[in-house]
């Protein structure tokens, strides 16, 4: 069973943009969470066990989605550590492009599960870099989202 649905997710991976639902919602949020815990361009277990509990809270605890999601956070961040055709300004131009383009994007930026991976962070100067990150994505909500 553990196989089949393994098997299943790889090929959703592969074939994101053909088999899953609401693929460019996904991968917004992917590289929203990437944003914020490539900070310190490490990837920790604290962040990525709130990475999970964060992807059930936004999928409704849709195991496969949630994993879906975790997993496009990781191709992202992998691809800022590798310099393999993506860096962190790449990235967030990318997100403030698409947000613009899209406004409802806006809107599926949470500011509060965003602020719990400050949690995460022991040295001073990775949490004031990503509380900057933070606050540009709420201004990027704030501005092409208009109200809650």
Do not use: W
Not at 17 to 46: D, F, G, M, P, Q
Not at 94 to 113: L, P, S, Y
């Amino acid at each position: 069973m553990k196989f089949l649905k393994r098997t299943r997710r790889k090929i959703k991976k592969v074939f994101r943009e053909l088999l899953l639902y609401h693929h460019n919602s996904l991968e917004y949020r992917a590289k929203v969470l990437t944003l914020v815990v490539a900070v310190n361009r490490e990837l920790n277990s604290c962040e990525k066990k709130l990475l999970l509990k964060t992807a059930c809270a936004i999928y409704d605890n849709d195991e496969e989605r949630s994993e879906i999601l975790v997993e496009a956070v990781q191709e992202y961040f992998d691809k800022i550590i590798s310099n393999n055709g993506l860096d962190f300004e790449h990235l967030v131009f990318q997100v403030e492009k698409e947000t613009k383009a899209v406004n409802r994007f806006a809107h599926k930026i949470d500011i509060e599960a965003l602020k719990q991976f400050q949690a995460c962070l022991d040295k001073e100067e990775d949490k004031i870099y990503q509380q900057r990150v933070i606050t540009y994505l709420a201004n990027l909500k704030e501005q092409y989202g208009g109200p809650s």
